[in-house]
């Protein structure tokens, strides 16, 4: 159906988001690149700028996946768009609640593969916990997402998705920054977003668009393993807060538990913490620390932990995390009260040393466990 002001359309450029239905998806694409592709479906240029705008408003703001939706866009106008353009989520494959309030999605992309989001409701905060790749690139041992062979990265449409996912599930549509449920964002689900850099670069800069989902840069964490050579970019690029998967203080320990230790050491990746552009004591790096029985857990490792951040002069604070057990993990938690006393060295010394509540264990959604039921309930699927 023609639509007035279009033109003669074009070839779709290579690399263009193409779904096997043969339209355009826009969810994660930037304003710019939306207008460009509305040029390429036949709109001139001055209409492709216009709905462009108009576009980007009812999905970001509004969070409406339907053009017949959009009403400032004419009736006989919109078959138009929906013939050539989509705008999705990913599939809800199962969706749990916690006894504690936490809440996991099981989601599927357009080809079919699965992973997992996890939302924690707290008192002054409710944080969506993101994934950038289905599996992971790493196999740190003590995560049993970790055990999972890495599928493909997430795409930026996939990435963002899962925000206005959660929006949908908690009804925080229209956009707004006031009284939300969903406040910070932590990129610590399935993968390495350091291993997905463009695309998770490209997601979060409409996640904290003012005019895209709003979410302030201070209210993002991006965690990683410890990718080097990709953390300056981070910083400069993406702008958000950094945590790193620290775990030991020792080169025998970290290489056994986060094998990337192996290329990139303790010093090295301290030193790129050190250089982290906007690091200061108002934004603080925090330093992940499961709590392994007999592994991670002396005195001796606290006071060490104490020292390095000392030597290295960094702004952080740490999170320490009592270990999620899962089937042959081959580690135990450690006890209360060994969790306890490091954490007193570490505050001890000036530096903030929380105990993270775990959230989600009957559901398997804590730390490290984003893969039990995935794997399990696919196979199920698999064999009836």
């Known amino acids: 159906m023609p639509i007035p002001g279009a033109v003669d359309p074009v070839p779709v450029p290579r690399g263009a988001s193409a779904r096997a239905d043969g339209r355009i998806e826009l969810v994660g694409l930037p304003r710019e690149r939306i207008r460009e592709e509305l040029e390429t479906a036949g709109l001139e240029p001055r209409q492709a700028k216009?709905?462009?705008?108009?576009?980007?408003?009812?999905?970001?703001?509004?969070?409406?996946g339907d053009f017949?939706?959009?009403?400032?866009?004419?009736?006989?106008?919109?078959?138009?768009?929906?013939?050539?353009?989509?705008?999705?989520?990913?599939?809800?494959?199962?969706?749990?609640?916690?006894?504690?309030?936490t809440r996991k999605w099981l989601l599927k992309t357009h080809d079919g593969h699965e992973f997992e989001m996890v939302f924690i409701p707290d008192a002054d905060r409710g944080t969506l916990c993101v994934s950038s790749q289905v599996g992971c690139t790493l196999n740190c041992r003590f995560c049993h997402t970790g055990t999972m062979a890495l599928v493909r990265n997430l795409e930026p449409q996939e990435i963002v998705g899962q925000v206005m996912l959660a929006r949908d599930a908690l009804g925080e549509w229209p956009s707004q920054p006031e009284g939300r449920m969903l406040t910070n964002i932590v990129m610590m689900?399935?993968?390495?977003?350091?291993?997905?850099?463009?695309?998770?670069?490209?997601?979060?800069?409409?996640?904290?668009d003012g005019d895209g989902l709003g979410l302030s840069k201070r209210r993002i964490t991006l965690s990683t393993s410890g990718v080097v050579p990709m953390m300056a970019r981070a910083g400069e690029e993406i702008g958000v807060n950094l945590a790193v998967s620290l775990h030991a203080v020792t080169k025998d320990v970290r290489d056994e538990i986060?094998?990337?230790?192996?290329?990139?050491?303790?010093?090295?990746?301290?030193?790129?913490?050190?250089?982290?552009?906007?690091?200061?004591?108002?934004?603080?790096?925090?330093?992940?620390?499961?709590?392994?029985?007999?592994?991670?857990?002396?005195?001796a490792d606290a006071r060490e932990l104490v020292r390095l951040i000392r030597q290295y002069r960094l702004p952080a604070k740490v999170n320490l995390i009592?270990?999620?057990?899962?089937?042959?993990?081959?580690?135990?938690?450690?006890?209360?009260?060994?969790?306890?006393?490091?954490?007193?060295i570490v505050f001890e010394a000036g530096i903030s040393a929380p105990v993270r509540t775990p959230r989600g264990r009957d559901i398997d959604a804590a730390c490290g466990q984003l893969k039990t039921s995935a794997e399990r309930k696919r196979k199920s699927r698999e064999t009836a």
């Open 322 to 344: 009592p270990f999620n057990p899962w089937p042959g993990a081959g580690y135990e938690c450690s006890t209360d009260e060994r969790i306890r006393s490091f954490s007193n």
């Open 189 to 208: 689900g399935m993968g390495e977003p350091l291993y997905n850099f463009d695309n998770v670069r490209d997601a979060l800069k409409i996640v904290m």
């Open 68 to 101: 017949n939706a959009m009403s400032d866009i004419a009736k006989a106008q919109r078959p138009w768009f929906a013939a050539r353009f989509a705008i999705s989520r990913p599939e809800v494959v199962e969706a749990q609640v916690s006894t504690d309030g």
């Open 258 to 299: 986060v094998p990337l230790n192996r290329k990139y050491g303790i010093d090295q990746l301290l030193e790129a913490c050190a250089a982290y552009p906007g690091a200061n004591n108002a934004r603080r790096i925090t330093f992940e620390y499961v709590m392994l029985k007999d592994k991670n857990d002396s005195d």
């Open 50 to 64: 216009l709905r462009a705008k108009q576009i980007w408003h009812w999905i970001y703001n509004r969070g409406v």
